[in-house]
């Protein structure tokens, strides 16, 4: 069955401090991969994505996000959160027709 | 417009009401998607159109939800005969071509039904 998990709910950084977001899928095949942030009042929005190729992956806001076929891992990590970083992360399996499967979402809170 | 716009953002209806949420969808794009965000959880996917063919209603909870995107372009989630688990949010997301790439996602329409 396809699946993507997401082992922390709710994640407190200072500001200033990395970050690094878990994300486990279950997938039967090559998977491709997504991260999206959404913040309150706000769409979602995609940070970066993995698809084939380089398994580090540059994203947006200095976001970056490493694919580990072994550990079926595909973490979010910033080295210096900024306060508007405050928000809930997805990470998403995009299954054969392009539907999204997604976490249950992590929400980051930035302590000043 | 330059992104994904839904309406109404905000809808409250009794229940047994019927309501109907839009969505228009990046001009040109393709494929449109619509999925069911509960308070607290992950969005979970509703149904797929590639034009105006629905080519997949695995989602939808129930036969009280239809959706339809009749000349391909802009597509309306309806929710018959609404119950209080209805309460979500409803994301519609497109992409420029079918199958794999990433969507774009509107702002959503939260439902409150009392």
């Known amino acids: 069955a396809q699946s993507v998990t997401q082992p922390d709910i709710h994640i407190t950084v200072s500001e200033g401090a990395s970050l690094e977001l878990r994300c486990n899928y279950s997938?039967?095949?090559?998977?491709?991969l997504f991260w999206y942030v959404q913040s309150p009042g706000q769409g979602l929005q995609l940070l970066l994505k993995y698809f084939s190729g380089d398994t580090l992956v540059q994203g947006i806001k200095g976001f970056e996000a490493e694919f580990k076929r072994s550990q079926s891992s595909f973490n979010l990590r910033k080295p210096s959160v900024h306060w508007s970083d405050a928000a809930e992360y997805f990470c998403l399996l995009s299954g054969n027709t392009g539907k999204l499967i997604f976490g249950q979402g992590t929400t980051l809170q930035v302590k000043p | 417009g330059a992104g994904v716009s839904q309406s109404p953002r905000y809808k409250v209806a009794k229940r047994g009401q019927d309501v109907a949420l839009r969505c228009d969808p990046i001009?040109?794009?393709?494929?449109l998607f619509w999925y069911q965000q509960a308070l607290g959880q992950g969005p979970e996917f509703l149904t797929y159109?590639?034009?105006?063919?629905?080519?997949?209603k695995s989602g939808l909870p129930s036969d009280r939800f239809f959706a339809e995107r009749p000349e391909g372009s802009v597509s309306t989630l309806k929710i018959q005969r609404t119950q209080q688990e209805d309460s979500a949010v409803y994301l519609c997301a497109s992409n420029w071509r079918e199958g794999l790439n990433e969507q774009y996602f509107g702002p959503g329409t939260r439902l409150t039904v009392t």
């Open positions: 997938y039967g095949a090559t998977p491709y």
């Open positions: 001009s040109g794009h393709v494929s």
């Open positions: 159109f590639q034009n105006e063919a629905q080519l997949d």
